[in-house]
């Protein structure tokens, strides 16, 4: 993958791999639309948390290209539309708090957008900073050469650096730490299958695609050394939402005496948010769950429940990896 970026600035416009093509179409978009950006995020053509955070700063930025006037109506507006894109992804919120900061700081309006873009950068290098400190501090959680169990996509296309879950998987690989990875499909919209996989092959690293529902019988069969996945939002006591079907694996870890982690950037811990209870959880529409790409394989009347992300309780999970350091529990951020 070190070919290309899932995240740069070129030529005055946003450039985004379309991660929904991928990995059988490598496409890009190039925009400096907000509205066509915030398109992206709802559909997931851009997608994971920090990647997520980076990209609507931008947005916001890129917005203020041609504003002329009416400046703080302008930005409370463009911050709307990009705060309603996904509920669940704090890194969204963090990255859009820390653009309104900056704007609200400016002494006077003469170069709001280059203000705004110096600042959008920063977040993205800051999000690059903070992978290559999860990753180093990852190491931490091997004991012994391992089989690794992974759940959605937490690499370069889920962040705008190397990755959170996945660049942890990896350094520890190029330290001969890990063998073999399995990478859960993720249903509904399988980014590890697609995406993981993807990141994978372009890392070298030996893996097998497994549905999710065959990660119990691998822990059954002492395949898994441990299982390590990123994070939507944690909350202040630990608890963490991730993509549907994390809290099935730390359950299954408990039972199986495999410890469970999770790898984040301080950016996805909500310290305002006490508990699991607290986060709002997206979700997503019935076409995502009736069709598979285009092709329809249910029925459009039947009911679906489809929500984004899982909760998995603080009591599940062994460590959260960030930037700073491995937090142990009990967790108190
Ligand atoms: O719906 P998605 O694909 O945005 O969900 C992404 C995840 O759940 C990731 O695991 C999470 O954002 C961590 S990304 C480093």
Same mark, same amino acid.
């Not at 931490?140 to 959170?164: D, M, P």
């Not at 996989?197 to 822990?219: C, H, V």
């Not at 950037?265 to 995502?288: A, V």
């Given at each position: 993958m070190s070919n290309f970026k899932c995240i740069e600035f070129v030529d005055d416009k946003l450039k985004l791999i379309d991660q929904t093509k991928l990995p059988l179409v490598e496409e890009y978009i190039l925009s400096d639309d907000l509205e066509r950006i915030a398109l992206a995020i709802e559909r997931l053509e851009v997608r994971g948390a920090p990647a997520i955070g980076v990209s609507a700063a931008y947005a916001l930025a890129l917005s203020f290209k041609f504003i002329k006037d009416d400046y703080e109506n302008e930005f409370q507006k463009k911050y709307d539309r990009l705060t309603s894109t996904r509920p669940t992804a704090v890194n969204l919120f963090w990255a859009l708090d820390e653009m309104k900061s900056k704007f609200e700081n400016l002494t006077d309006y003469t170069n709001v957008y280059g203000e705004l873009l110096k600042k959008a950068k920063e977040i993205h290098n800051d999000d690059v900073e903070k992978c290559d400190g999860i990753a180093k501090n990852g190491l931490e959680i091997f004991t012994k050469r391992s089989t690794v169990l992974t759940h959605c996509n937490t690499g370069q296309l889920a962040t705008g650096g190397g990755g959170t879950a996945f660049y942890v998987i990896q350094r520890a690989f190029e330290n001969d730490l890990v063998e073999f990875v399995y990478a859960d499909e993720t249903r509904p919209l399988l980014q590890g299958s697609r995406l993981t996989a993807f990141e994978l092959e372009k890392a070298g690293i030996l893996f097998k695609i497994n549905t999710d529902s065959t990660a119990?019988?691998?822990?059954?069969?002492?395949?898994?050394? @441990?299982?390590?996945?990123?994070?939507?939002?944690?909350?202040?006591?630990?608890?963490?939402?991730? =993509?549907?079907?994390?809290?099935?694996l730390a359950v299954l870890c408990k039972y199986h005496r495999i410890p469970f982690y999770i790898a984040a950037p301080t950016s996805t811990i909500d310290k305002n948010c006490p508990d699991g209870s607290q986060i709002k959880i997206e979700e997503r529409s019935k076409d995502e769950i009736? =069709?598979? =790409?285009?092709?329809?394989?249910?029925?459009?009347?039947?009911?679906?429940?489809?929500?984004?992300?899982?909760?998995?309780?603080?009591? @599940?999970?062994?460590?959260?990896?960030?930037e700073e350091k491995l937090h142990k529990p009990p967790y108190n951020f």
């Amino acid at each position: 993958m070190s070919n290309f970026k899932c995240i740069e600035f070129v030529d005055d416009k946003l450039k985004l791999i379309d991660q929904t093509k991928l990995p059988l179409v490598e496409e890009y978009i190039l925009s400096d639309d907000l509205e066509r950006i915030a398109l992206a995020i709802e559909r997931l053509e851009v997608r994971g948390a920090p990647a997520i955070g980076v990209s609507a700063a931008y947005a916001l930025a890129l917005s203020f290209k041609f504003i002329k006037d009416d400046y703080e109506n302008e930005f409370q507006k463009k911050y709307d539309r990009l705060t309603s894109t996904r509920p669940t992804a704090v890194n969204l919120f963090w990255a859009l708090d820390e653009m309104k900061s900056k704007f609200e700081n400016l002494t006077d309006y003469t170069n709001v957008y280059g203000e705004l873009l110096k600042k959008a950068k920063e977040i993205h290098n800051d999000d690059v900073e903070k992978c290559d400190g999860i990753a180093k501090n990852g190491l931490e959680i091997f004991t012994k050469r391992s089989t690794v169990l992974t759940h959605c996509n937490t690499g370069q296309l889920a962040t705008g650096g190397g990755g959170t879950a996945f660049y942890v998987i990896q350094r520890a690989f190029e330290n001969d730490l890990v063998e073999f990875v399995y990478a859960d499909e993720t249903r509904p919209l399988l980014q590890g299958s697609r995406l993981t996989a993807f990141e994978l092959e372009k890392a070298g690293i030996l893996f097998k695609i497994n549905t999710d529902s065959t990660a119990a019988m691998l822990m059954q069969q002492g395949k898994i050394d @441990l299982v390590i996945t990123g994070a939507d939002r944690v909350a202040a006591n630990g608890d963490s939402a991730n =993509k549907i079907g994390t809290y099935n694996l730390a359950v299954l870890c408990k039972y199986h005496r495999i410890p469970f982690y999770i790898a984040a950037p301080t950016s996805t811990i909500d310290k305002n948010c006490p508990d699991g209870s607290q986060i709002k959880i997206e979700e997503r529409s019935k076409d995502e769950i009736i =069709k598979i =790409k285009d092709v329809q394989i249910s029925k459009r009347e039947y009911d679906v429940y489809s929500p984004a992300f899982d909760v998995t309780p603080n009591e @599940l999970i062994a460590g959260i990896i960030t930037e700073e350091k491995l937090h142990k529990p009990p967790y108190n951020f």
